[in-house]
């Protein structure tokens, strides 16, 4: 089993920063995938940003591309550096993780076996 605490968020303008994090413990393990969802009410929840642990590469969905930026250090933590936010980057925003799996898709949230308990971000106009 796999907890996840994610913390930050809150209330931005349009155009400020935010940021994210989320630590890890239980059993986790330097192959598992780590990354953030996003939901926004009435909408399904989508993929925002991914990075695999062991080799440090990272994947982002189009919409937040050259905004947000994902990374780890080496206590378990990931985080999401939020820069130029937009109103429709409002949402309830989930830590999500899993380990590697044959067929698993790296943006798909179905395929995803640990989640936290979500965190506000609301960006103002």
């Known amino acids: 089993q796999v907890t996840l605490v994610e913390s930050g968020g809150g209330l931005a303008q349009a155009g400020g920063s935010l940021s994210l994090s989320c630590s890890a413990s239980?059993?986790?393990?330097?192959?598992?995938?780590m990354g953030w969802f996003r939901q926004a009410p009435g909408k399904e929840r989508e993929f925002v940003a991914v990075?695999?642990?062991?080799?440090?590469?990272t994947y982002y969905a189009d919409s937040v591309k050259g905004r947000f930026t994902i990374s780890r250090d080496n206590t378990n933590t990931v985080y999401l550096q939020m820069n130029s936010l937009k109103t429709e980057d409002t949402a309830v925003y989930y830590c999500a993780s899993r380990p590697p799996k044959l067929g698993a898709a790296i943006d798909r949230a179905a395929d995803y076996e640990y989640w936290g308990q979500g965190t506000q971000v609301t960006v103002s106009s």
């Open positions: 239980g059993r986790t393990s330097s192959t598992f995938h």
């Open positions: 990075i695999r642990w062991s080799s440090g590469d």
